[in-house]
């Protein structure tokens, strides 16, 4: 075949008490890759609507970092060449995830490869080495299976996922404002007292049961209040505002959206309208003197072959 099309959906991770566990997929936008085999020109291009500030080396690029890791590791040494179009904006969707994912499933059709999902894993998170500075799965996970899931290891790749049930929509409110992955980690804790930890596995237990029962409520109230929306909070100009607008118009609760500056809300969508939260965040946002973009997203599906050219 000459050149294989591949895409992926942006993600969200963490959900307030999941730390580089939990991801939700979300139809946020998508990238794709185009990869083909030989040629000549640049081994990486990017273009799209989401295409500003993100890296054209292929080595500071998530889809290049992890189509580097996966050719060298399987002993392949004919040039691959790459165009990104990205479409998952930059701040909390998983933007460099869904560049790697899309790079590795469309490199494991390429190439004839046959590795399952799981195996893909590993290579997609070491993409995520060029913005956050270390290999985390949760987002890659989420935009590689769809739907939620569960990170349990990274290497060998051991990944629950459910589908969650009910009208959930998740609002979410885009702030002009740079926080990079690298920095947002950097202000987290790093030791947790004993009932820390006991209220964590709670929360994260109800996220999990919430969205397998469709509750969309006890989701929304088992995202609040995580220690790394209070350690992030500090970098996000009217956080606590956003996420009391985003109740006060119907939401079940809010979070930072990944590690943000973006923050989600979940919202039943046979109890409020998710346009309206988004609104209200967006206007929490101006309060705070930064403009914001919103989106509305539902739970998305996996990454997937999209054309293959033979």
Known sequence: MRSVRARAHA???????????????????????QLSLGGRGSVLVVEGEAAAGVPRRASANSAGVALAKLLRDHGITRTVRARLRKGVP?????????SAVAAVVAANRLLGLGLTREALVPYAAHGETASAGT??????????????V????????????????????????RPQLRLT??????????????????????????????LQAGDVRGFGRALEGSLTDRA???LIP??????????????????????????????DAGRADPRAVAAAMAAAFGRAGLEARTLVARVGGGARVVEVRR
């Not at 991770?13 to 580089?20: K, S």
């Open 11 to 33: 993600s969200i991770a963490n959900l307030g008490y999941g730390f580089d566990v939990f991801a939700l997929c979300v139809t946020a936008g998508f990238d794709e890759v």
């Open 90 to 98: 930059a701040g909390g969707l998983g933007s460099s995830g869904a």
């Open 135 to 148: 290999a985390h799965a949760d987002n890659v996970a989420a935009s590689l299976f769809g739907g939620l």
């Open 150 to 173: 569960v990170v349990e290891r990274l290497a060998p790749a051991r990944i629950l996922r459910l589908v969650p049930r009910g009208a959930l929509r998740i609002a979410i409110a």
């Open 181 to 210: 992955t690298a920095a947002a980690r950097r202000v987290l804790p790093r030791r947790l007292a004993l009932e820390q930890c006991a209220q964590a596995c709670a929360r994260a237990a109800m996220i999990v049961a919430a």
């Open 232 to 234: 992030r909070a500090a």
């Open 238 to 267: 009217g956080f606590a505002e956003v996420c009391a607008s985003a109740r006060r118009a119907g939401a079940a609760g809010a979070t930072v959206s990944g590690a943000g500056p973006a923050v989600m809300a979940a919202v």
